[in-house]
C-alpha cells in the first residue's frame, strides 16, 4: 500500500510561483510512475504533469508546458511539482498520482495511488 500526501499549496498572485511537494510511503517508490492532476470546480480531473520512475521522461500538457517543471528525488520519496507564471487559470486542487508500472500516463485510470489534493489558488 501506498500513501501519498501532498503540501506546498496556497493562495498567490497571478505571476507569482508555488512548488507543490508529494510525500510517498513504500519502498519501492524508485519504480513508481508519478504524475500530478488538477481539478478545477465544476471541471473533470485533467492530467498536468507526468514522470518516469528515473525521471528521464516527462511530460507536460500543452497548458502548462514551460511554464511548469516536475521532479522527483528517489532517495527522498518525493515528487515536485514547481510551478511558475501562475495564471488564475490554474486554480483547482492538485492531486499527485503514482503507479507501479514506472512510466507516466495521462490517463487518470492508469493510477493506482492518489493523494488527498492541495489547494492552488491564483488570483487576478
Known amino acids: 500500500q501506498v500513501q501519498l500526501v501532498e503540501s506546498g499549496g496556497g493562495l498567490v498572485q497571478a505571476g507569482g510561483s508555488l512548488r507543490l511537494s508529494c510525500a510517498a510511503s513504500?519502498?519501492?517508490?524508485?519504480?513508481?510512475?508519478l504524475a500530478w492532476f488538477r481539478q478545477a470546480p465544476g471541471k473533470e480531473r485533467e492530467f498536468v504533469a507526468g514522470?518516469?520512475?528515473?525521471?528521464?521522461?516527462?511530460y507536460y500538457a500543452d497548458s502548462v508546458k514551460d511554464r511548469f517543471t516536475i521532479s522527483r528525488d528517489n532517495t527522498k520519496n518525493t515528487v515536485y511539482l514547481q510551478m511558475n507564471s501562475l495564471k488564475p487559470d490554474d486554480t483547482a486542487v492538485y492531486y499527485c498520482?503514482?503507479?507501479?508500472?514506472?512510466?507516466?500516463?495521462?490517463?487518470?485510470?492508469?493510477?493506482?495511488?492518489w493523494g488527498q489534493g492541495t489547494q492552488v489558488t491564483v488570483s487576478s
Open positions: 498520482a503514482a503507479n507501479s508500472y514506472e512510466l507516466w500516463y495521462a490517463r487518470s485510470r492508469e493510477y493506482e495511488y
Open positions: 514522470i518516469s520512475w528515473s525521471g528521464g521522461s516527462t
Open positions: 513504500g519502498r519501492t517508490f524508485s519504480s513508481y510512475g
